[in-house]
């Protein structure tokens, strides 16, 4: 397994950016575990799924806050999704660069299904800025033209942010109708470098991870590794990679939906 150090040696840009993705479970198996492998990671900025503040169930911790405090994240921002238990249920980001401009925006589901969003703000890294966008898509099998749906609601969101980052929990295989949308306009990372096995949800002692986790990113923005990190603080893995960000000289227009 590539470690932390040696993930990103082959990065072109002088100040590599390394991205995360974790489904938390609503630290279900205990915050230390989650932790010690956000620390293990050493990630720049982190989209957590599944995240819980001041709900009953979670002793009324907000847990954005509480990793990010633990973790030794400078800045991070919730996204709720919705109200749960006295408390809210949503998305997060966790960065070691400042975050600005953050913005929710609603995605498509039918009256009864669980709300989902996509939540971003614009990274300011050393060689540039970048949008940062997560997002969990909603579940179960049947529902692949409602995950279809709220792709290209997120493209439309997303049409003119480049360079961006799309980090979360798709509940989707990459041979669906949602994958094949995105990733027309969009890279994905761990296809581009990765190396290992991409699975990233276990479905059990006897069956393979599935890859339902993603970390897309627009064209100019340069994958240099990608990477499963498994663990067992979760019900999913930890998917990590290292990019390079153009530099303002560098940009291009937004990402052109809709067209080629």
């Known amino acids: 397994m590539t470690s932390p150090s040696t993930l990103g040696e082959q990065a072109p840009s002088s100040r590599p950016l390394r991205l995360a993705s974790w489904n938390l479970q609503s630290c279900r198996r205990g915050l ?14 982190v989209a957590l799924q599944e995240v819980d503040r001041c709900t009953g169930r979670s002793s009324g911790l907000d847990q954005a806050a509480l990793l990010a405090r633990e973790a030794g ?6 996204f709720p999704a919705l ?3 006295g408390g ?9 660069f400042p975050l600005a401009a953050p913005r929710q925006d609603r995605l498509p589901v039918p009256e009864g299904v669980e709300p989902r969003v996509l939540g971003r703000a614009r ?6 800025e970048v949008t940062v966008a997560v997002t969990h898509l909603s579940h179960r099998i049947g529902r692949s033209g409602l995950r279809l749906g709220q792709a290209r609601r997120i493209l439309g969101l997303l049409a003119d942010a480049s360079p961006c980052v799309l ?35 276990p479905l059990g002692r006897l069956l393979p991870a599935v890859r339902i986790d993603y970390l897309f990113a627009s064209p100019e923005v340069v994958p240099a590794a990608a990477r499963v990190e498994r663990t067992d603080a979760s019900d999913h893995h930890l998917l990590v990679a290292e990019v390079s960000v ?11 939906v809709g067209g080629a």
């Open 88 to 96: 809210e249920y949503g998305l997060a980001l966790l960065s070691r």
């Open 123 to 128: 990274l300011a890294h050393p060689d540039g």
């Open 32 to 45: 230390p575990g989650i932790v010690s492998r956000l620390k293990s990671v050493a990630a720049d900025v």
């Open 73 to 78: 994240f400078a800045h991070h921002q919730f």
């Open 83 to 85: 109200e749960r238990d």
């Open 167 to 201: 980090l979360g929990d798709f509940n989707d295989v990459s041979l669906s109708p949602m994958y094949r949308e995105l990733t027309s306009k969009l890279v994905d990372l761990f296809r581009a470098a990765g190396k290992g096995r991409g699975g990233t949800h």
């Open 246 to 256: 153009p530099g303002s000289g560098d940009r291009r227009a937004g990402l052109r």
